[in-house]
């Protein structure tokens, strides 16, 4: 037999992490990794933390599961946390990423046939978007890398090109029901929504009773800078899905929508055995005590702000390797001038510091959100490492 107990669906690198260290890892071959990539902006608190882990220990021990069927204390707290801090004003909890824009997916559905609107179940979604891997969240993407082999698609998507705005004017016929959209696109490679597209949208959608489902499950919870990264676009959306560092490592995730978006997700329409159970809930609740805070988030833009001035200073040493970097707060890119694989693999390798790349030729950089200055330093000495001793025609 050849193909390996783990499905290969994975092109998975040499690095074997095997233990956690507040914002550095350690292979199973006992070297010491930076960790900017934090699971894909997964370990908001970095490895090791105390309030997740005293958290998870103590639900662990008091009760980890019980089905949906029951009452759930547990979640109606986390819920009530999440529509406090949000647009909100109910939370359907999930698994992970993908469920949690199933979810935003029905709901957007659901609105419209519950008010009669039976012909409009069309999003309207934008190149370059991820949503995750289900058949759903696939057929909303307009990659054609990720539809091979998994044909045929779901109806009801149609794309358009994100930040055009016109475009997205132009789209919208009989069966539009919304738009689906990352407003900061992470695996697109940290391409921001302009102010004009996003409140544009919400217009559009004011104007002809349209949803506007945000994708918030890489820029959201404090990774942008702020709770959610539609708060910097003085929008508010109708659903919202939520995931990666709500759990900080746990897996869950939340579809998040307002009363009336919500009004045709009734009683049996949707479910989940293990959404929102109280493990779940606990590691939520460890997150929810520490990142929503006005002073952690500030501490989170300037970190921010102080990483990319640096890194936009010293980038300008290797015109012919970089081109730029954007983002906001720990939601950073550094777009290079060619394929960003390559470098990728150089920085881990060769100089012990993990980034994640990107489309667009971009190079992530998503540190934890607890990291301090010595940890700024340490990037920015094996960032200059790297690019320093970058061959180009290195093997990724
Ligand atoms: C990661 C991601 C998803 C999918 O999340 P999973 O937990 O992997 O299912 C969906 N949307 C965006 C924007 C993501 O970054």
Request: aromatic share 8%; with cysteine; net charge negative.
């Amino acid at each position: 037999m050849s193909i390996t107990p783990l499905m290969p669906v994975y092109p998975r690198c040499g690095v074997r992490p095997v233990r956690g260290e507040h914002c550095h890892l350690i292979s199973e071959d006992g070297r010491r990794f930076l960790d900017f990539a934090s699971g894909i902006a997964v370990n908001a608190l970095g490895h090791s933390h105390k309030g997740l882990i005293g958290a998870i220990q103590k639900q662990a021990e008091t009760l980890m599961h019980v089905s949906n069927l029951y009452g759930s204390p547990q979640g109606e707290k986390i819920a009530q946390r999440l529509v406090d801090l949000t647009f909100a004003d109910t939370v359907f909890f999930t698994n992970s990423g993908a469920e949690a824009v199933e979810c935003a997916i029905k709901t957007a559905r659901a609105y419209h046939q519950s008010v009669g609107n039976e012909d409009k179940f069309e999003l309207i979604t934008f190149n370059n978007a991820f949503h995750g891997r289900t058949m759903a969240t696939i057929s909303a993407s307009s990659q054609d890398k990720m539809h091979k082999g998994f044909l045929p698609l779901l109806p009801g998507f149609k794309y358009c090109d994100f930040n055009d705005l016109e475009a997205a004017k132009a789209a919208i016929g009989p069966n539009t029901a919304g738009f689906l959209v990352e407003p900061i696109q992470g695996e697109g490679g940290i391409r921001e929504a302009s102010d004009e597209f996003l409140q544009g949208l919400r217009k559009l959608c004011d104007e002809h009773d349209l949803m506007l489902v945000l994708d918030e499950v890489q820029s959201g919870v404090g990774r942008a800078g702020t709770f959610y990264a539609y708060e910097q676009y003085g929008i508010e959306p109708d659903i919202m899905a939520t995931a990666k560092g709500i759990g900080g490592g746990f897996p869950v995730g939340a579809c998040l929508a307002t009363e009336k978006a919500a009004r045709g997700m009734v009683f049996g329409t949707h479910g989940s055995t293990y959404g929102g159970n109280p493990f779940a809930m606990a590691a939520v609740g460890a997150i929810l005590d520490v990142v929503p805070d006005e002073t952690f988030l500030a501490e989170v833009r300037a970190k921010g702000d102080r990483l990319k001035a640096r890194i936009e200073q010293f980038i300008g040493n290797y015109p012919e390797l970089f081109e730029g970097v954007r983002g906001r707060g720990l939601f950073i890119g550094i777009k290079l001038k060619t394929e960003p694989r390559p470098f990728v693999a150089h920085l881990r390798d060769n100089h012990g510091v993990l980034t994640v790349a990107a489309g667009d030729n971009v190079v992530r950089v998503l540190p934890p959100l607890v990291i301090d200055d010595s940890h700024i330093d340490e990037f920015m000495e094996k960032l200059s490492a790297g690019a320093e001793s970058y061959q180009p025609q290195e093997a990724g």
